[in-house]
């Protein structure tokens, strides 16, 4: 049988929203430890990076949320808690900031950890020679990060001060309610500026210059390979951490993971092949689900041809069967999707996508309607219409899913696609570069509020990878940054994803949820709707 969790997702504050959701973690079984305190866990790409302050990388989070740790962290119930930070402050009008740390924190070398170095790790995320993909993280809230970002002014006039080692104080432009949910984030985390300075862009490359902060140091990197981890004896919490060695590997292909699965060479893998579902479903206790704050939705550049055309864009929406495409090609228990916030964030009882327009989509196909859109941009009956390059990162699913839509496309459009692949890092870097016609792309939340999705299609934001621009989305998006008022707020998305969605910028597709695989008498971890993977207090029974 399937493992569903059921727990109720709170944050920090009481002004803050409720978010309800299903989240995956281990109860602890009652038996003793094991000898050998050791897991070996999949992903099925190589990250682009595992710099905590740069990538977006899905399988970097799993590396990162491990190796570092910020001031806030989340634990098993999915409640924001304190980590490097023992206490906060918030100033009264909600601008203000106290960050106190934990006495005598420590890097994995030893060497002291301090407010400065949390105020160093946040200027760097908004240097734009550092090429952070996580700049929308910090510079829209914090005092004077734009124009520090644009080099209007320099570090010292930017609201982040070490005050003494163990007090970081943050001032913001304007009360941000979800700041702490910013915070818990990997991209807060500290770097250390020695091993950042010294090694350069290489200092992720190597173990002995990749040092970090959280439950596990790296202790080596074998390329293309897997990441070993041991216990960090300088972590803040060691005492607490039961697992001596962790080992992430790489396998690409998710039905060649569920072999070694099942033959004992790993304990855990990141996501369960699409095929083998409702055979594990049926079968399997060690299939664990997750329900998850994010969306996958497709791409369509936007500034090139022939999605240059809304109408273009509106028929790929309305020719999509997304009941068919989760139930009979994915099998999974994903919700159809008709724009990009997840469900999940509550306020007053109700949830902000409740009452939301499907923009005239359904669960299935609106094949009249496609056919009348298509027809609108010119293209009657798909009479001389381009064939286009549907482009994905080499994965199974991936590839069901794109194939699965290119059929749909094909008979309810009757257009021609081909289909291209290549690894995850490649296909990154063509599409973050415009190099793509339609894509396959997703998001994760990074933080528990509406806006971890909106910057996607906000002008000139750094994961606007439709290269979308609409002015009055834009003047909305800013608006909510700075909405105190939770009931403003989610008036403010609705008004915001209805100006967007008239677009019909991407090809929203579905509300995920993860489904992935843990070897009984593995216990304490837990994987959060965030899609944030932790075994700091994870162990082996036996």
């Known amino acids: 049988m399937k493992k569903l969790r059921f727990n109720l997702l709170t944050a920090v504050l009481a002004v803050t929203a409720l978010f309800v959701f299903f989240p995956g973690g281990m109860a602890a079984p009652n038996r003793a430890m094991s000898a050998e305190q050791s897991i070996t866990f999949a992903i099925h790409s190589i990250p682009d990076s595992i710099d905590p302050g740069i990538t977006v990388n ?5 590396i990162v949320n491990n190796a570092f740790e910020g001031l806030i962290t989340y634990d098993a119930n999915n409640n924001m808690i304190p980590a490097l930070a023992e206490s906060w402050e918030i100033s ?10 934990r006495s005598g924190l420590k890097w994995s070398d030893g060497t002291p950890l301090t407010a400065e170095d949390f105020r160093y790790s946040w200027i760097r995320v908004i240097t734009p020679e550092t090429g952070s993909r996580q700049t929308d993280q910090l510079r829209p809230y914090v005092l004077g990060g734009q124009e520090f970002f644009e080099g209007k002014i320099g570090e010292e006039e930017v609201g982040i001060a070490a005050e003494d080692a163990n007090t970081l104080k943050v001032t913001l432009k304007s ?33 002995e210059s990749y040092v970090s902060n959280g439950p596990f140091k790296v202790t080596k990197i074998n390329f293309n390979e897997s990441y070993e981890f041991e ?9 607490n951490v039961k697992l001596d060695k962790l080992k992430f590997i790489f396998i690409a292909d998710t039905s060649t993971a569920l072999t070694a699965f099942r033959a004992g060479e790993i304990d855990g893998f990141w996501e369960a092949p699409a095929n083998d579902l409702p055979t594990l479903r049926a079968e399997s206790d060690e299939l664990i689900t997750v329900m998850a704050y994010g969306t996958t939705y497709h791409l369509m550049n936007n500034t090139e041809p022939p999605f240059d055309n809304k109408f273009v864009r509106k028929a790929f929406n309305l020719a999509i069967d997304r009941k068919a495409l989760i139930e009979d090609v994915l099998g999974t228990n ?22 939301r327009s499907s923009y005239e989509m359904a669960p299935g196909a609106q094949q009249e309607a496609a056919r009348a859109a298509l027809a609108e941009a010119g293209y009657p009956d798909g009479k001389g219409f381009p064939t286009i390059v549907y482009y994905y990162s080499t994965n199974d699913t991936f590839k069901k899913t794109v194939e699965a839509l290119t059929a749909m496309l094909k008979t309810n459009l009757n257009i021609d696609i081909t289909l291209k692949t290549a690894d995850w890092a490649v296909f990154y870097e063509d599409v973050r570069a415009g190099k793509y016609q339609l894509a396959q792309m997703g998001w994760g939340g990074g933080f528990l509020h509406p806006m971890t999705f909106l910057p996607l299609m906000e002008t000139n934001g750094v994961n606007n990878l439709s290269k979308y621009s609409n002015p009055a989305y834009d003047a909305l998006v800013t608006e909510i940054q700075s909405t105190t008022d939770p009931k403003k707020a989610v008036e403010l998305v609705r008004r915001a994803e209805d100006t967007m969605m008239g677009d019909y910028p991407c090809l929203p597709l579905f509300h995920r949820s993860y489904a992935y695989m843990m070897r009984k008498g593995t216990a304490g971890y837990f994987r959060t709707p965030l899609n944030d993977l932790y075994f700091r207090d994870a162990y082996v029974t036996e």
Not at 193 to 200: D, H, L, M, W
């Open 92 to 101: 009264d009008d909600g601008l203000v900031y106290t960050f106190k740390l």
């Open 175 to 207: 009360p941000t309610p979800f700041f702490l949910g910013l915070v818990a984030t990997y991209t807060f985390s500290p770097v250390q500026r020695a091993a950042v300075e010294k090694y350069g862009e290489k200092w992720t490359l190597d173990a």
């Open 231 to 239: 216990k960090n004896e300088n972590y803040w919490n060691a005492a």
């Open 58 to 62: 899905t399988y970097a989070k799993p």
């Open 334 to 355: 994903d919700i159809p999707a008709y724009a990009l916030v997840s469900p999940g964030y509550v306020v007053d009882g109700v949830d902000s996508t409740e009452g």
